[in-house]
Structure formats: C-alpha cells, structure tokens
C-alpha cells in the first residue's frame, strides 16, 4: 500500500523520457522513424539500415541526419513548453 501512495505523490513535472521520444517521433516522416528505430533500437549499422530499407547510403545518412535534427528541435521544444 505504501508504494502506491509513493507513486501517486510523484511531481507530473517529471514526464517519462519514454513518453516524450514517443510525442516527438510523431514529427518524423515513416521513413525517417525507420531509419531511427533500425539504427537506434536494433543498433543496426547505418549499411545495413540502408540494404534492409534498400536506399542508397548516402540517401540513408542524410535520412538520419534530418530525422536527428527534427527530434533534437521537438526535445526542445518540449523542455521549453
């Protein structure tokens, strides 16, 4: 019973990271959330995220590369919200 009472008197403040990266990767394209969770989620090499999704290299990085702008600009929007 004691652990329950902790958790509800938890600050809301305090938002899982969970819950924000899920909020913010709303902002991708499916690509770009593909090229994320293969490289990020199944540590996948940015090759092999290429041959999986069958783009070219350059194509895949430049993919990530934009997608990992738009995450880092949504993280902070949302910290400054």
């Known amino acids: 019973m ?3 009472l902790e958790i509800i008197e938890e600050p809301f403040e305090e938002i899982p990271e ?3 990266l899920e909020d913010v990767m709303t902002k991708l394209t499916k690509e770009e959330k593909d ?3 293969l ?3 199944h540590d996948y090499t940015l090759s092999q995220v290429a041959q999986v999704l069958q783009l070219k290299l350059g194509t895949t990085k430049t993919i990530l ?3 990992l702008k738009k995450l880092k600009q949504a993280l902070e ?3 400054q919200g």
């Open 2 to 4: 004691r652990a329950e």
């Open 18 to 20: 969970k819950w924000v």
């Open 35 to 37: 090229v994320i969770l």
């Open 39 to 41: 490289r990020f989620y």
């Open 65 to 67: 590369y934009r997608a």
């Open 77 to 79: 929007q949302e910290v």
